[in-house]
């Protein structure tokens, strides 16, 4: 895995989209990349496993539309 402070000197927003009953990727592991990136946010869904888009298709979408936000200077 890279160096953490690569992670840290990403400024661009991050959204993260996981499912709690993830056994694959745990939902610590999301919180741990949350915490790296200084402009992340994390939404949880839960319920949902290792596939969100598949297993929570609604809900997946409504987090991308509404958790990507407009970036400007970029």
Do not use: C, K, M
């Amino acid at each position: 895995s890279a160096d953490p402070e690569y992670y840290r000197r990403f400024l661009p927003p991050v959204s993260l989209i996981w499912g709690e009953a993830d056994q694959i990727t745990p939902i610590e592991q999301a919180e741990a990349l949350q915490a790296l990136f200084p402009n992340a946010s994390l939404t949880r869904l839960p319920g949902v496993g290792h596939l969100p888009p598949l297993e929570a298709t609604d809900e997946t979408a409504a987090a991308i539309h509404g958790g990507i936000p407009p970036i400007s200077g970029w």
